[in-house]
């Protein structure tokens, strides 16, 4: 697996989010497009850009992140 540092690939933005993603359990990926993929199991792939086009593009998928594991089944906390 790339590092964190590798996937962000200069867009510091990217790196706390790639970080936060990592810390709770979501693989991140990089598509043939440039893209990031966060994969965790039992929850559906999330994908955002990696590019600096949309300033809350990170912000964007941080939200989609949280949410995503607040569905999830058996959570106590949503």
């Known amino acids: 697996m790339s ?8 867009h510091k933005r990217l790196l706390p989010l790639i970080e936060f ?3 709770e359990g ?7 497009g440039g893209h990031l993929k966060f994969v965790k199991s039992g929850l559906p792939p999330i994908f955002t850009s990696s590019t600096a086009s949309d300033h809350r593009a990170s912000q964007n998928a941080w ?9 999830q089944p058996g ?3 949503g």
Do not use: I, Q, Y
């Not at 939200?63 to 569905?71: D, G, H, K, N, V």
């Open 3 to 10: 590092s964190a540092f590798e996937l962000c690939r200069g």
């Open 21 to 23: 993603a990592l810390r």
């Open 26 to 32: 979501w693989k991140v990926h990089r598509t043939p």
């Open 63 to 71: 939200a989609r992140l949280r949410r995503a594991e607040r569905s």
């Open 75 to 77: 959570d106590r906390n």
